[in-house]
């Protein structure tokens, strides 16, 4: 059974002009979130994930704008919308942030106000988006706050952030994103700054959450051990596109792009040869600037596999390479005969 994505991201561009030239954090994204699954964004700093996460709630920071490209939202309530199309400060965008599309924040310290308690900020998200009074919306606000298992909920509504631990602004930050009851979840690296027995925590509190509520989630994160164990679907980002999407079964089992398998072989592993160190690969180089512009693929300067007069020549489009996994990789006969014809991207359908 197939599973209609409920945003669908084509083509996405993200750009602006700066003393040194053109800034292009993301160059043509193409992107589906299936209807109540959660779908992983994979990638090093600096390929465009949380530019990615910012521009699907079109709140790119200045001045960064978005140049091109749809982002549509079709949660079969509501006549589908182009939110790249919206007004980024218009009310028909305010309407949709937060209530039909929330998002977590990297770090919660920065998100929430440090001026007012966790009580109020929940408390304001309601009072906009579902028109309740103040006693009413105290009341949700320590309702939320008991879902996403917050200790002394009652006690912590009147709490600053500051008065709160990492972990415990993590589920304020998460209680907030969900008090509208949004279709879409766009969490940006919710565990980075977070230690790992409350980060795993979190993410089972996210997986619980997701389950009860059907939402659909973007979960945006460099741990590739986090994707394992969360997703349904990955995507793998470098330098601002798209450069293998497949569900997770498939991209750990067989990863196609050798920048999928160099991200895989640089996670530690336990065990190996007894009384043996061996050092853990890593891969050359780092991810170019966001105004570097490379002929062919992004990605050959660092690739082991390169192939000179090709890979730093023609420009690799994402296509079908096995059913339900597709990558932007010439090694590949698909994806070199759909790059030398100049096609558009070569879509695989919805899987479930």
Do not use: W
């Amino acid at each position: 059974m197939t599973s209609r994505p409920i945003i669908s991201v084509r083509n996405l561009e993200v750009g602006a002009m700066s003393r040194h030239g053109m800034l292009r954090p993301l160059r043509g994204i193409d992107l589906d979130l299936p209807l109540g699954q959660t779908v992983g964004l994979v990638g090093e700093s600096g390929c465009g994930k949380s530019m990615t996460a910012r521009a699907l709630l079109n709140i790119t920071p200045a001045p960064m704008r978005i140049m091109g490209g749809t982002i549509i939202l079709d949660d079969g309530k509501a006549p589908p919308q182009n939110l790249s199309a919206l007004d980024p400060d218009g009310v028909a965008m305010r309407a949709i942030r937060g209530a039909r599309v929330a998002m977590i924040f990297q770090e919660p310290m920065t998100a929430l106000s440090p001026v007012h308690t966790i009580g109020d900020q929940i408390g304001e998200m309601v009072r906009i988006h579902r028109k309740l009074g103040r006693r009413e919306a105290k009341a949700h606000a320590i309702e939320m706050l008991d879902m996403v298992s917050m200790p002394n909920a009652r006690q912590r509504y009147d709490a600053y952030p500051f008065n709160l631990s990492g972990g415990m602004r993590q589920r304020a930050m998460i209680a907030m994103a969900l008090a509208c009851g949004p279709d879409v979840l766009v969490a940006d690296e919710p565990t980075t700054a977070l230690d790992v027995t409350i980060q795993a925590q979190i993410l089972e509190l996210l997986q619980r959450l997701q389950a009860n509520l059907g939402m659909t989630v973007l979960l945006i994160t460099h741990d590739l051990g986090v994707v394992a164990r969360t997703t349904k679907r990955v995507a793998v980002m470098y330098l601002g596109e798209i450069v293998e999407e497949a569900s997770t079964i498939q991209l750990f089992d067989t990863p196609l792009h050798p920048y999928t398998q160099g991200l895989l072989s640089s996670v530690p592993r336990l065990g190996g040869r007894r009384g043996r160190r061996e050092p853990l690969p890593t891969m050359r180089g780092t991810v170019p600037s966001a105004l570097v512009e490379l002929s062919g693929c992004a990605f050959h300067p660092r690739c082991p596999k390169a192939v000179g007069g090709l890979c730093d020549v023609i420009k690799p489009v994402m296509a079908e390479v096995n059913p339900g996994h597709s990558a932007r990789c010439l090694l590949y006969p698909e994806v070199l005969v759909a790059s030398k014809r100049g096609s558009s991207v070569v879509q695989p359908e919805p899987v479930s």
